[in-house]
């Protein structure tokens, strides 16, 4: 009998093996009893996986062949795939871009078109509630490469700012110094089992990404590589950009409603004098601000060596371009594995990488500002016709912004007979840097200079020792004991400079500026010690139990220490009950269940109660302080009370998954249920004012996510001569509960938004608006001890106290999405193929707080702060929701306020991603030898279907507002071509 797999890498595996999929040499015929003494194929599990060949990815799970001796266990119940090689066509330069739309359960935040920025992934719900950026940091999947846990930014680059706009430093995405082009797989690990094999780290979830090195090309018969692409990104083409003329119209029809009058009294300083050019001329801004801009990617490989030892070198470059304000990113990435076998049965592994990152940024006026910390008067906004003039302002200044990486491993095995020991020492270090000098043309005669320096570095050391047991021919048992030790820094120095005596002085060094120095440093420890038991019995029965204790420097001593089980079972139902082939290929149902600690973001809750250095300023006014020159403590009254008590977090998970194979490997469906509870988490608790501290941190927070999810892979027509079609779909459905906070409270309120028990953690906190008071006003309504009057918003009172407060507030809307999901299909005729790529999101809501404070701009003109800016892009038409009633211009109660329903929007979306197609040249016609030249073009972010008014839905910030701030996601289109000989 036999058998046709596509091929991976040379691996000794016993008599026989579950083959789950293969990668990489093309299909071969092998006959099932000489799988093995080949030693041909190493098993590579596609579940959550992310293939990097232009096979179907229904041809990489090829069937069960289940008689070895060797146990094999697999604990991860999904079987999302899809083609990395067709997402390596797109100019994609991070992770989370990679992954967008075509994981069951995973959500990707890209809610702004820079090139570069910051994006954030959600992997089955968020685990405890995001009020700011720094909140996100506590919700994020870990990003393992080649088995190491990349380390990000420390959440505290974020404390000392005022606004939570960006955090000090660069800004840059730090998963984009990732080799896109060098990436053979990715694997989205969501099995509880699984998670708690790689210990707290992995406790939101783990993103397992495999790239090319030195051991799965060994014997690849190609030994070069070149990959190429360029392209260009195309400014919108639907900007309305406007002048005075038109916000003098706007706002006119306010005051006519009413019949006030609208003269130079009513107008702000530049709606006054219709004589002037800059802002009554013509709106010619889109011209400077928009562009064509170009982009590019280039990849080379080089693979050699024999059985022995072999090395495989790569070199990559990358530009990405935004679309707006010159934006770009630029990446260099040089990698270098090697591997070798010294002696029998002993192997060495070895990486060295490097990255440099570079990010041309915006110049928004808020992100300067907020950056400055120093403002000017914004009475006069940027004016429609003359932004070539206010960026002639930018020639003499400098904003650098660089994320530089290093990164490696040596790992050390050893595998004879039925003994498995490793050792292995990793690690990953990056440096932030960002170097800005504004002029004081730009901030009325202050000068501005920032030096940012930090690093975040991880050193992981880990070893490993297992041996397998053989009772007979149904029983093995395989245990394992390992232990890992993560040691991680961040450390940043940080100095703002402020009104030099001259623009020529753009450095510290001189100059006479006023300097302000920030620094800071973190440091942890993480030990973690298991002990796995494997058991098998037959080809039908898997179990697996994990045992860890994991040891974190983070938590108070007390309490350090936390004991982790987890447990997995897996039951193939086919293969015990021996059902035809013919009509079911796979059919096994999968049990997991796992404790797993979590990780607090801060060092300072493992010391209780301390004292700090940096409340003894002006409110908001972070500083080193002293007094008299001698250095001073505080107790932390403005970052709030720490106590003892406070424990480990820990999250618990189960899963129950159905997977099942029919129509002869035609058709795959693979359903998982999950369950996860995060228990014990931290939270700020209010606190009696009198005792003079903002919050106290309190454990006992406990939020539930509930859901499915679900991957559908087919071959719809399967003709390899001619046509073929093979389609994947993912869909997920997700609930978040809020369980019980801290002290057994029912509801928390921080800001405008509210906590409260059994209801989701991401819902608005909304006044619920029923139109406009005409002469309808009940006796004595009142809000903030105002009277309501006619053409006043008309708000639902509910407890009918004639007072319209917080009491009045309902919880509303989700700002995360309840369904996601996405399709990837692709089309084979001979030598051509073609792709696309749909993703969607539904069940979600927007705050459109643009048109809150474009509607309300009685109350912003009053206002002298960093949400009251008007940036050059204020210029324009937006308003494609124009119903909201007209209320009184002049009304002492601030009828547009942000947090009612009237500026909640559907979120929902259905979005085409890419379109590709692509031509293979017959290898045999290319100099007549074995060689792989292929072309393709591509383009990317096509189309949008949405009912939300401002546009892109997907452009709102990670609580649900949407502030008109980011760029849109460029239309792209490149041409490139891939070759291998």
Known sequence: MKYTFPCYHRKKIGKALMVIGFLGLGNQVFSAENLASNGLFKPFSVQDTILTDSISPLDTISGLIRKSKTPWHDTSPSRDTLYVVDLQKSPYVSVQQYLKGNIAGLYVQENNGE?????????????????????????????????????????????????????????????????????????????????????????????????????????????????????VVTPPTTIRPTNATYEHG?????????????????????????????????????????????QYDAYASLRGGGENASLLFTVASNKNSGIADSTQFTKHNLN???????????WMDAMIAGTLTSRKRNKNQRDRYAETEYYTDFTYPLAPAAHSNFLTLYDESDDMNTINYINGYLKLRYDKDQWKVGAELLYDHNVDTRHIFWPSTLMESVSYISDFWGINRRIVVRGYAGYHFTFNTDH???????????????????????????????????????????????????????????????DYLSLLAVMKYDGYSGIQPDQRWLFTPAFSARWNLK??????????????????????GRLLGSDRFALGPNYTANNM?????????????????????????????????????????????????????????????????????????????????????????????????????????RFKWTTSWNLNYN?????????????????????????????????????????????????????FQEGDAKWNDINQDNQINDDDKVMKGHALPRWTGGTNNHFT??????????????????????????????????????????????????????????????????????????????????????????????????????SDLYVYLVANNLWTLSNFSAGDPELVDFNGYYTGYHFQIPFSMSVGLRYKF
């Open 115 to 231: 090139p570069g920025t910051i994006q954030h992934m959600l992997l089955r719900g968020i685990s405890s509630p995001i009020f700011s950026n720094r909140d996100l940091a506590a919700t994020q999947p870990t990003v393992y490469v080649n088995g190491m846990p990349l380390t990000q930014r420390h959440p505290y680059v974020y404390d000392i700012k005022q606004h939570d706009v960006n955090p000090i430093g660069s800004a840059n995405n730090m998963l984009s110094g990732v080799d896109m082009n060098n990436i053979l797989s990715v694997e989205i690990i969501k099995d509880p089992a699984r998670l708690a094999q790689l210990g707290p780290l992995a406790a939101n979830g783990a993103i397992w990404i495999q790239t090319n090195d030195a051991v799965n090309t060994r014997n690849n018969p190609e030994k070069v590589t070149l990959q190429t692409s360029y392209g």
């Open 250 to 294: 706007f706002r006119k029809q306010f005051y006519d409603a009413y019949n006030l009058p609208f003269g130079v009294d009513q107008q702000p300083p530049y709606l006054q004098d219709p004589s002037d050019v800059n802002y009554y001329g013509n709106a010619n801004w889109p011209t400077t601000y928009y562009k064509l801009a170009q």
């Open 336 to 346: 270098f594995f090697v591997t070798m076998q010294p002696v029998k049965n002993f």
């Open 476 to 538: 093995t048992l395989g245990l394992q004991l390992e232990t890992n030790y993560n040691a991680d820094l961040h450390r940043y120095n940080y100095t703002r400079a402020y009104d030099g005596t001259n623009d020529k002085y753009k450095t510290t060094g001189s100059g006479g500026y006023r300097t302000y120095n920030f620094v800071d440093k973190e440091q942890s420890r993480l030990v973690s010690s298991g002990f796995n038991i494997d058991y098998q019995y037959k």
């Open 575 to 596: 293969n015990q009950f021996d059902i035809d082939d013919n009509q079911v290929s796979d059919l096994s149902l999968s049990l997991s269940w796992a404790r797993i």
């Open 617 to 721: 300023s002006w409110e908001n006014q972070w500083a080193m302080p002293s007094y008299n020159s001698f250095a001073t403590l505080s107790r932390p009254y403005a970052s709030g009370w720490s106590s003892y008590g406070i424990g480990w977090p820990y999250a618990d998970k189960l899963n129950l998954g159905v997977a099942t194979s029919l129509f002869q490997n035609r058709l795959h469906v693979h359903v998982d249920l999950y369950n996860n509870d995060d228990k014990d988490m931290l939270m700020a608790m209010p606190v009696p004012q009198e005792y003079g501290y903002s919050v106290q941190y309190l454990s006992g927070m406990h939020v539930n996510n509930k859901g499915v999810d679900v991957t559908l892979q087919g071959v719809i027509l399967n003709n390899p001569d």
């Open 735 to 787: 609930k978040n509960t809020l369980k019980a906070l801290p002290e057994s409270r029912d509801e928390l309120v921080i800001g405008n938004r509210k906590l409260k028990v059994g209801y989701g953690i991401d819902q608005f906190w909304v006044l619920e608006n029923q139109g406009i008071y005409q002469n309808d006003i009940p006796a004595g309504m009142a809000m903030e001890g105002l009277i």
């Open 829 to 930: 005729y001979k030598q051509f193929d073609f792709n696309f790529h749909l993703f969607f999101a539904l069940g979600h809501h927007a705050l459109n707080t643009y048109d809150a404070r474009r509607y309300g701009f009685s109350d912003m003109d009053e206002q002298n702060t960093v949400s009251s800016l008007r940036e050059i892009f204020f210029w324009q038409n937006t308003q494609q929701k124009d119903d909201y009633p007209i209320y009184h211009p002049e009304s002492e109660i601030n009828s547009y306020r942000e947090d009612q329903d009237l500026f909640l929007e559907n979120g929902t979306y259905l979005k085409l991603r890419s379109v590709s197609v692509g031509y293979t040249f017959d290898s045999n016609r290319i100099k007549e030898k074995k």
